[in-house]
């Protein structure tokens, strides 16, 4: 069973940077997409930034130009460094990996950490 886990979030000022790790309990060769998702109380879980087994990136228009996203296959370890925080990006943010297995594509979730963005 594949697990992700992701670590560091918590308290920044505005303009402040965090970086959001991802761990994953087996190689993350096996992923064929991962990414960064958010979600705030009341609303729908949304796309950060997207990370494609050939290294393509993209980003949400609202984090463009601050957040990135990238892995270090030998850590099994994916990350989003996030610069020029604002308080509208406080939310609770979890990682994602997707497996195709033969027709079926297989989802994967962390538990999600809170970032909270506030003078």
């Known amino acids: 069973q594949v697990q992700l886990v992701e670590s560091g979030g918590g308290l920044v000022q505005p303009g402040g940077s965090l970086r959001l790790s991802c761990a994953a309990s087996?190689?993350?060769?096996?992923?064929?997409?991962m990414g960064w998702y958010r979600q705030t109380a009341g609303k729908e879980r949304e796309v950060v930034a997207l990370l494609g087994s050939s290294g393509s990136t993209n980003y949400a228009d609202s984090v463009k130009g601050r957040f990135t996203i990238s892995r270090d296959n030998a850590k099994n370890t994916m990350y989003l460094q996030m610069n020029s925080l604002k308080p509208e990006d406080t939310a609770v943010y979890y990682c994602?990996?997707?497996?195709?297995?033969?027709?079926?594509?297989?989802?994967?979730w962390g538990q999600g950490t809170q970032v909270t963005v506030s003078s």
């Open positions: 087996g190689s993350i060769f096996s992923f064929n997409a």
């Open positions: 994602n990996g997707g497996i195709w297995a033969g027709l079926k594509y297989y989802n994967y």
